[in-house]
């Protein structure tokens, strides 16, 4: 059973930048797959970005692609999404996810943190 807990969700003005952490614990942090999601208010949980086991490759949707960038330390057992230039339209809960596999769907995803709140103001 893997543990997941987000960090370093916050409220900032548009412009600004953030950096979010997973830290995982409860299985062998290398074998999988880990991917940021993020869910805004009355909308389907959609991914953000994704990244392997080993942390190459990794993949940005097109509204990440250039602004956020996600990285992963397999000997700490963390994940980071760094968000910059952020703007209104990022605010959301931010998930973190771990699979086997990378997918672009939540349903390819196992396990779940509880989520942390970015809240971006114009």
């Known amino acids: 059973q893997v543990q997941l807990a987000e960090s370093g969700g916050g409220l900032v003005q548009a412009g600004d930048s953030l950096r979010l952490s997973c830290a995982a614990s409860?299985?062998?942090?290398?074998?999988?797959?880990m991917a940021w999601f993020r869910q805004a208010p009355g909308k389907e949980r959609e991914l953000v970005a994704s990244?392997?086991?080993?942390?190459?490759?990794?993949y940005h949707t097109d509204s990440a692609k250039g602004r956020f960038t996600i990285s992963r330390d397999n000997a700490k057992n963390l994940v980071y999404l760094q968000m910059n230039s952020l703007k209104p339209e990022d605010t959301a809960v931010y998930y973190c996810?771990?699979?086997?596999?990378?997918?672009?769907?939540?349903?390819?995803?196992?396990?779940w943190g509880q989520g942390t709140q970015v809240t971006v103001s114009s």
């Open positions: 996810a771990s699979g086997r596999f990378v997918g672009a769907t939540a349903e390819s995803y196992d396990y």
């Open positions: 409860g299985g062998t942090f290398s074998t999988y797959a």
């Open positions: 990244i392997s086991r080993s942390g190459m490759p990794t």
